[in-house]
T-cell receptor, first 115, second 116 residues
Framework: AQKVTQAQTEISVVEKEDVTLDCVYE???????LFWYKQPPSGELVFLIR??????QNEISGRYSWNFQKSTSSFNFTITASQVVDSAVYFC????????????FGKGTHLIIQP | GAGVSQSPSNKVTEKGKDVELRCDPI?????LYWYRQSLGQGLEFLIY????????KSGLPSDRFSAERTGGSVSTLTIQRTQQEDSAVYLC??????????????FGPGTRLTVL
C-alpha cells in the first residue's frame, strides 16, 4: 500500500527566509502522481502542483519550487523569500494509476511565517 | 465558475442520531470523492464515485456510513447512529476524470461534524 511521510510537523521561520518542506513517499506502482496542497486557516484545500512519476523535471512557479527525486522517493517543496501569507498547513499526496484509494495524504506540515 | 460546495458547513448532533452531508461538485466533473479530516487520523479517503457508481466502498469506516450520487452530480454521505469518534471535518472533492488520473482534485470547504 502507498504511504506519504511528512516528517516535519511544524516549521516556524521569520519572513523572507527560505524554507523547504519535505515529503517522502512509498509506492509499488511504476505510474503514480504526486501533489502538494495548501490548507490556509480558512480550511479549504488549495491545489498547488502535480507531478507524474515519469517527469522528474523540477518546477518553479514564482517563489515556489519543487524537487522530485525518484532515487530517494522524495518530492520536496521550497518557498523562497517566505511571506506571512504563506502560513498554512501543507499536504503532500500520492495517487496511484488505477488505484482505488483516492489520494493518500501525508500528515501535513504546519508552516508559520513570523513577521 | 462555481467551485465545490458542501452543506451544511457545520453540524452538531447528538450521539445516536443520523446525519446527511451534501456535496455539489464542479459542473462537468465526473469524479467525486469524500474524505475525512480529523486530528488523530489526518486526511482519510472514504469513497470515490465515477459518475453514479462507487466501485470500492472499503474506505468507509463502518457500515454506519453510506454514500450515494445521483444524476452524476450531487452526492450525499449519510452517517447512521452517529458516534463521538465520527466528529471530524468531512471534505468533498471533484475532478474531471477518475482515480489515478492526472487531474487535480478540487476540494470543497468541508462540513464540520460534531457529535455530542
Amino acid at each position: 500500500a502507498q504511504k506519504v511521510t511528512q516528517a516535519q510537523t511544524e516549521i516556524s521561520v521569520v519572513e523572507k527566509e527560505d524554507v523547504t518542506l519535505d515529503c517522502v513517499y512509498e509506492t509499488r506502482d511504476t505510474t503514480y502522481y504526486l501533489f502538494w496542497y495548501k490548507q490556509p486557516p480558512s480550511g479549504e484545500l488549495v491545489f498547488l502542483i502535480r507531478r507524474n512519476s515519469f517527469d522528474e523535471q523540477n518546477e518553479i512557479s514564482g517563489r515556489y519550487s519543487w524537487n522530485f527525486q525518484k532515487s530517494t522517493s522524495s518530492f520536496n517543496f521550497t518557498i523562497t523569500a517566505s511571506q506571512v501569507v504563506d502560513s498554512a498547513v501543507y499536504f503532500c499526496a500520492l495517487s496511484e494509476e488505477g488505484g482505488a484509494d483516492g489520494l493518500t495524504f501525508g500528515k501535513g506540515t504546519h508552516l508559520i511565517i513570523q513577521p | 465558475g462555481a467551485g465545490v460546495s458542501q452543506s451544511p458547513s457545520n453540524k452538531v448532533t447528538e450521539k445516536g442520531k443520523d446525519v446527511e452531508l451534501r456535496c455539489d461538485p464542479i459542473s462537468g466533473h465526473t469524479a467525486l470523492y469524500w474524505y475525512r479530516q480529523s486530528l488523530g487520523q489526518g486526511l482519510e479517503f472514504l469513497i470515490y464515485f465515477q459518475g453514479n457508481s462507487a466501485p470500492d466502498k472499503s474506505g468507509l469506516p463502518s457500515d454506519r456510513f453510506s454514500a450515494e450520487r445521483t444524476g452524476g452530480s450531487v452526492s450525499t454521505l449519510t452517517i447512521q447512529r452517529t458516534q463521538q469518534e465520527d466528529s471530524a471535518v468531512y471534505l468533498c472533492a471533484s475532478s474531471l476524470e477518475g482515480l489515478g488520473s492526472y487531474n487535480e482534485q478540487f476540494f470543497g470547504p468541508g462540513t464540520r461534524l460534531t457529535v455530542l
